[in-house]
């Protein structure tokens, strides 16, 4: 350990806590010759970040997702940087530097359209009691983790052990307080320090192990694998808004089945989607889930296709099962069904945002795809017309498909609108001229398909 930090360490308020004791330890340092990382492979601008640092004097580091990524041989999403600099030593060193977030001040170094993040090396919470700056709640959750720190420091704060590894560009090494590079040989998924302390200081982390457990196809370390369930319901006390961009990474990137089946499994969507949850569980004739199945297989579809995926549709998908149990319920005591959508939609909305909130650019369209679903229904005069020159008309006409594939809508009303929407005028005239007809609610179809679809269920 450098003198300074030792220094720094000794002079530290509070003593020996269980945090310095962890990081007592020496890092296993891996050179150049012994890992895969070359500079070709990262980002010359994140390059240019370094080594600005380092001539001014700094440590600097390439740290977490792109390291990790880099060594598994994986492009990175982005670039992120650690440093000693603090973040406005940060900003004198770069003109394109802007300072960002209140809580814990980072600096954005912008290239165009790129930006590299630049953070100051952090502590994680010393665990001393009675200090005045109150960082836990009772519970143990984390309030606060906005205090510099050492490398070493920085290293034990990150959640999974394969997330905690430098890229020095002082020596071009790659740092490794925690043992991420034997996690990340085994591939396993390890969180740094005690599970128990680690998912109570922040719940999310356990949303993070499923998502980096199938992204990066590892294993969990069984010691993360049996507090999962215990702690799911700690889930209910994160901010709603950090849930919804939780819950987009995991259903948007790739393998939304995957994560649907295991954050059930886990019993971790319960808590973030609780009416799902049990519209799912009450389920007796399979075709929610075999929808839901199909809303999500679409969407890894689509993505491995390089198609864009809009999270209103994947919210829509998600939530439809209570969004129809509640319509069909007013429907029966006497509400037609156009209101009977719009009312239980509201319903569902205002219920769920208690959990995880969802912005009102994406909680109209959604509405407007449920709502016209009962409108596919009217298949006569010029309502079939209007109803196709509704904007919202392709998303509604593809929810109302996967909803013909698990058997929840008719057949024949679907086929009807795929050739409604592509005849010749005269033939759209034959179409509505037919006998008229009545719509009928379907029996629902066999518990098997549920199966087909999801067989761990
Ligand atoms: P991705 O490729 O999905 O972006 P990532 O590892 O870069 O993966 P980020 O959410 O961008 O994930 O976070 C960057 C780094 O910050 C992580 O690698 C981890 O070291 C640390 N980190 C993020 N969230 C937490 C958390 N909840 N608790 C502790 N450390 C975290
Ligand atoms: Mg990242």
Redesign the pocket.
């Known amino acids: 350990m450098p003198i300074l930090n030792l220094v720094k360490k000794l002079l530290k308020p509070g003593g020996r806590d269980q945090t310095s004791e962890k990081i007592a330890a020496q890092p296993r340092i891996y050179g150049r010759p012994e890992h895969t990382i070359s500079r070709a492979q990262i980002s010359p601008n994140a390059l240019k970040v370094l080594y600005r640092l380092k001539k001014g004097g700094y440590r600097a580091c390439l740290v977490?997702?792109?390291v990790?990524?880099l060594l598994l041989g994986r492009e990175p999403?982005d670039f992120?940087v650690a440093t000693d600099a603090r973040p406005d030593e940060v900003k004198a060193l770069f003109r394109n530097c802007r300072l960002i977030g209140r809580r814990f001040r980072l600096a954005h170094v912008r290239f165009g359209r790129e930006v590299i993040e630049v953070a100051t090396f952090r502590a994680g919470l010393p665990r001393g009691k009675g200090d005045d700056w109150a960082q836990e709640e009772e519970t143990g959750r984390l309030l606060r983790d906005n205090v510099y720190g050492t490398i070493e420091e920085d290293a034990w704060?990150?959640?999974f052990t394969v997330?905690?590894l430098y890229y020095d560009i002082q020596d071009f090494s790659v740092v490794d307080y925690v043992g991420g590079m034997e996690d990340l040989n085994h591939g396993v998924l390890r969180l740094i320090g005690d599970p128990k302390v680690r998912f109570r200081e922040?719940p999310?982390?356990m949303l993070?192990a499923i998502r980096f457990m199938i992204k990066l196809g590892f294993k969990l370390d069984s010691s993360i694998e049996v507090h999962l369930k215990p702690f799911a319901p700690l889930l209910k006390d994160i901010p709603p808004a950090r849930l919804y961009d939780e819950v987009l990474?995991m259903f948007m990137g790739g393998y939304a089945v995957q994560t649907f089946e295991l954050l059930r499994h886990y019993e971790l969507f319960g808590p973030l989607f609780p009416a799902t949850e049990q519209a799912l569980d009450q389920e007796e004739h399979g075709f929610p889930l075999v929808f839901l199945a199909h809303a999500l297989e679409n969407t890894d579809k689509r993505l491995a296709e390089g198609k864009i995926v809009t999270p209103y549709f994947l919210y829509a998908a998600l939530l439809w099962e209570p969004v129809r149990l509640a319509a069909r319920q007013k429907e029966a005591q006497g509400t037609p069904p156009v209101v009977a959508m719009q009312e239980a939609a509201g319903e569902v909305l205002s219920e769920q945002v208690k959990h995880v909130a969802i912005p009102r650019r994406i909680s109209l369209p959604m509405r407007e795809v449920w709502n016209l679903q009962p409108r596919f229904e009217q298949r006569r005069g010029a309502r079939p017309y209007r109803l196709l020159a509704h904007p919202r008309f392709r998303a509604a006409y593809d929810f109302l498909v996967l909803r013909g594939q698990s058997g929840e809508a008719e057949s024949e009303l679907v086929d009807w609108w795929t050739r409604f929407q592509s005849a010749p005028d005269s033939e759209r005239k034959k179409m509505l001229e037919g006998p008229r007809r009545k719509t009928r609610r379907r029996r629902p179809r066999r518990k098997a398909a549920a199966k087909q679809a999801f067989p761990q269920e």
């Open positions: 977490g997702g792109c990790r990524d999403k992120d704060r990150r959640d997330n905690a922040d999310v982390r993070r990474k």
